[in-house]
């Protein structure tokens, strides 16, 4: 049964070093390239362009979910009963929704004529008229809103799972903090944020293999456009293979997005190991 | 996940009395500033999810208007009832819950006995398994996407609710075989011990006391499958091309008006109908989500 998972891991790697393409689907006749299509992928620009892309957008997903979604669970500690019960359905509510789905909303929030994000910026009157802002066409505009879109779904988890776990931190180490003069920002920056620590790491490892494998979202609101801009590597893999139909080319794009990703699985298994799982 | 890091502030007992008076007013003040952050964001968490209903529930004249409308007025089911006589829905969910069932029952009967085996004997090659069955989770989707769009290619399961189900068995196998072998850990041997003692076979002990105490495991298990079957959009949009095979989100993608151009209003409501089962479904096991999935991958 692992054979469902690794057989077409090792087809993927044989694919990667032939020309299979679209013929080959009907025909089943493709030759062997040996490392062409790598070669070909190291001095294609796209390549690099969606690698940086990746990273960046990567980068932003995690530090802006991890901020909002460990600020969140502090905010929950704070509140009432009936307070916390309203954010936490709030949450729920987000973390719900199916991606599919919650692209789609995206979609006609930011819909450029009557979407209403862009009514609602109008009537900021700090950038003027911003009614038929098309934000799918600009590439640093989509970025934003992809991120928002990710964003929105990613910190209901954190949040919560942070929350769980600070509820569990020893009042009384709080209580003597305060005893001994200590400010509350730095209560929360010396005490509490040492005792998440565990927490907040194994969070930042699950959310950097996630975000480096968001896919639904991006191709739901740019398909990777405009001119492939918005195109991460999962996105590129998709449009190479299915797309352009050259899916030697794809597959080696992806055993490259395998290996750069493996390199955090062996980062996250280790912490696993370290945090007591018995293998 | 432990928190049982050992803290560096010293551990002083605390006349409590003393403690509290001081800062109370302060806290006061907090409680208030903290409500007002919880409202704001609150409202800005849910606005997505209420402009979707609020829209789904506009008729036709008044999802595109200048001034957006903040609450439908005159609402209408209208956009309900054409996404689910006017377009392949029923047909379509049809196909979705036939995909999700298949795939929810095959990977839990496999999860189940690759646990057992996992977590009960010990055999050459089991670490390797492990961290074969963690590595995995990690792939990006587009590295089993590929291959398996070959291999069904040439064995003719394309576009059929078998080749779907087996894609998506395999993305979520690793993840079940992870949690449903936590809980059989947590039972310990002296159970199935004291079963052989009383002259249980092997599969006995399997069948008959094992099985009925990982009932929680085989919940969260397929809930967790579930959902992501439910879900799954790129397999089923590279592997169904036939429109009478699509799954929902499939079919809430390409959703369309008979009259062409896109349809906001019904757009929404097919979303609601797509997505309100599984929010629902979240707002009842919401206590168990964080404590279950934390070590898994119940996001997008």
Request: hydrophobic fraction near 55%; charged fraction near 10%; aromatic fraction near 14%.
């Amino acid at each position: 049964m692992i054979a469902l998972i690794v057989a077409p891991i090792i087809f993927l790697l044989f694919t990667s070093f032939t020309n299979y393409n679209q013929r080959t689907l009907f025909t089943g006749v493709y030759s062997f390239v040996g490392v062409d299509q790598y070669a070909k992928i190291f001095v294609d620009p796209q390549f690099w362009w969606s690698l940086i892309i990746t990273v960046i957008f990567t980068v932003a997903l995690v530090v802006g979910s991890l901020v909002i979604g460990i600020a969140v669970s502090e905010l929950l500690t704070r509140l009432g009963k009936v307070m916390r019960y309203i954010v936490t359905v709030a949450l729920i509510f987000a973390w719900g929704m199916p991606n599919v789905a919650s692209s789609q909303v995206w979609n006609w929030l930011f819909q450029p004529g009557y979407g209403v994000i862009n009514w609602l910026l109008t009537q900021l009157h700090v950038f003027g008229d911003l009614t038929n802002l098309s934000w799918s066409n600009n590439t640093v505009l989509a970025l934003v809103c992809i991120w928002m879109l990710v964003v929105w779904q990613a910190v209901p988890f954190i949040a919560l799972t942070t929350y769980a776990a600070q509820t569990q931190v020893d009042q009384a180490y709080i209580e003597a903090a305060r005893l001994d003069g200590a400010s509350e920002p730095r209560i929360y920056f010396s005490v509490v944020l040492n005792f998440l620590k565990p927490t907040i790491l194994l969070i930042t490892v699950l959310s950097i293999i996630w975000d480096f494998n968001v896919f639904n979202q991006i191709w739901l609101v740019t398909q990777g456009g405009p001119n492939n801009t918005t195109a991460t590597l999962g996105i590129w893999t998709y449009l190479t293979a299915f797309t352009n139909f050259k899916i030697g080319a794809g597959a080696a794009i992806s055993v490259v997005t395998t290996v750069l990703l493996l390199i955090f699985t062996g980062f996250y298994i280790r912490s696993l190991l370290r945090s007591g799982e018995d293998l | 996940m432990t928190t049982s890091t050992v803290p560096t502030t010293s551990t002083r007992p605390t006349a409590s009395a003393t403690a509290t008076r001081v800062p109370k007013r302060r806290r006061r003040r907090h409680r208030v500033g903290a409500n007002i952050i919880a409202i704001a964001f609150s409202v800005i968490w849910i606005f997505p999810v209420y402009w979707m209903i609020n829209t789904a529930f506009k008729p036709r004249s008044g999802v595109m208007t200048p001034t957006p409308q903040f609450i439908p007025f005159n609402p209408t089911l209208n956009n309900f009832i054409e996404a689910i006589t006017q377009t392949t829905f029923l047909t379509n969910l049809r196909n979705s819950v036939i995909v999700v069932l298949g795939a929810v029952i095959i990977a839990l009967a496999l999860s189940l006995f690759a646990s057992a085996a996992l977590s009960r004997f010990r055999f050459r090659g089991r670490k390797t398994i492990m961290v074969l069955i963690l590595a995995v989770q990690m792939l990006p989707g587009t590295a089993l996407l590929i291959p398996q769009f070959l291999i069904f290619n040439d064995i003719g399961l394309i576009g059929s609710y078998f080749g779907l189900i087996l894609a998506y068995v395999a993305a979520v196998l690793p993840f079940s075989i992870w949690v449903m072998r936590g809980f059989f850990i947590a039972i310990p041997v002296e159970v199935e011990e004291a079963a052989m003692m009383d002259g249980a076979n092997t599969w006995q002990v399997l069948w008959r006391v094992l099985f009925p105490l990982i009932v929680p495991g085989v919940i969260s298990t397929s809930i967790f499958a579930f959902i992501s079957a439910w879900n799954e959009y790129i397999l089923a949009y590279t592997f169904m091309k036939d429109q009478s095979m699509y799954t929902l989100p499939i079919w809430l993608v390409s959703f369309s008006t008979p009259t062409g151009g896109t349809d906001y209003g019904g757009q929404m409501a097919a979303s609601v109908l797509f997505a309100l089962p599984v929010v629902i479904f979240f707002l009842i096991i919401q206590r168990h989500l964080v404590t279950g999935m934390s070590a898994g991958a119940v996001k997008g």
